[in-house]
């Protein structure tokens, strides 16, 4: 799945083609999305100028003097700049055609992503008034941490994973981080020193800012905004290496699954 790299990595890659562009049309080939997609978002962004891009969370914001387009990458999809008129893939769905010749094209195969058209503030939609703060934002320390997880007995690789915690932190970047800081992803949250939770916060914000900066990660089929895929995933210490050696201490690397999500640590550095 996309993770906050990798639509960071998209809409950096997308902006400076959208900025002072006007959309001409929209072409809807599959609304049929996570949520459907409104069969009038043509009568709504057709001459309307691209205002603003940003991201939270996981979540692309695409601001017209209208309203707001909003883009979540679901599972496996992808946003891309393509020439006006390039014949269309089976599972490119949407395109949003500018008066550059460009068209930015919205692809997803398993058709669990989201392009929702959002005329009041973005912040305050349902599918993002509830979410935490950005982990690269100052807001987001150890101190933090350790105020939310008072009293919790959840494993803290769920805790750092609840998008109502922090947003953007998923599977592959828990992982990463916890090893980084040197944390059992199964301890209880609640049983965290405050220091270790100042580790944990650097460590996240480390591995987050080295993914965008490399790109993202390719595990499947993500590519950029630019059609490029991501190499954060040469850089990975423990995702996806279960049974490998560690690559701080040599010890085999232990796989188990935690809500059936693949969890791979050192039972020597982390702790």
């Known amino acids: 799945m996309p993770e906050l790299p990798e639509v960071e990595t998209t809409l950096r890659g997308v902006s400076p083609h959208l900025r002072g562009a006007t959309v001409i049309r929209v072409l809807v080939?599959?609304?049929?999305?996570?949520?459907?997609?409104?069969?009038?978002?043509?009568?709504?962004?057709?001459?309307?100028?691209?205002?603003?891009?940003?991201?939270?969370?996981?979540?692309?914001?695409?601001?017209?003097?209208?309203?707001?387009?909003?883009?979540?990458?679901?599972?496996?999809?992808?946003?891309?700049?393509?020439?006006?008129?390039?014949?269309?893939?089976?599972?490119?769905?949407?395109?949003?055609?500018?008066?550059?010749?460009?068209?930015?094209?919205?692809?997803?195969?398993?058709?669990?992503?989201?392009?929702?058209?959002?005329?009041?503030?973005?912040?305050?939609?349902?599918?993002?008034?509830?979410?935490?703060?950005?982990?690269?934002?100052?807001?987001?320390?150890?101190?933090?941490?350790?105020?939310?997880?008072?009293?919790?007995?959840?494993?803290v690789k769920s805790f750092l994973m609840d998008s109502r915690i922090v947003v953007g932190v998923g599977n592959i970047y828990a992982n990463e981080a916890l090893f980084l800081a040197g944390i059992h992803p199964l301890r209880r949250s609640g049983r965290i020193s405050r220091p270790r939770y100042d580790r944990l916060a650097s460590a996240v914000k480390t591995v987050l800012t080295r993914a965008i900066e490399q790109g993202g990660t390719t595990l499947r089929n993500f590519v950029g905004g630019d059609g490029k895929p991501g190499y954060f995933k040469q850089s990975l210490n423990v995702y996806g290496r279960g049974g490998e050696p560690c690559p701080g201490c040599g010890k085999l690397l232990r796989e188990v699954r935690l809500n059936n999500r693949a969890t791979v640590y050192c039972t020597r550095c982390q702790r």
């Open 29 to 155: 080939r599959n609304g049929a999305l996570r949520y459907p997609v409104d069969p009038g978002l043509d009568r709504l962004l057709a001459g309307q100028p691209v205002r603003a891009q940003r991201r939270r969370g996981k979540y692309l914001l695409l601001g017209f003097p209208a309203g707001t387009v909003m883009v979540h990458l679901g599972m496996s999809g992808s946003l891309r700049l393509v020439p006006a008129g390039e014949p269309p893939g089976r599972h490119d769905h949407v395109d949003l055609e500018l008066d550059t010749g460009l068209a930015l094209r919205y692809t997803d195969p398993r058709r669990f992503g989201l392009m929702l058209w959002c005329a009041s503030d973005p912040d305050q939609h349902f599918l993002l008034r509830e979410l935490g703060p950005e982990p690269l934002a100052p807001g987001f320390s150890g101190d933090y941490l350790r105020r939310r997880a008072g009293g919790r007995s959840m494993p």
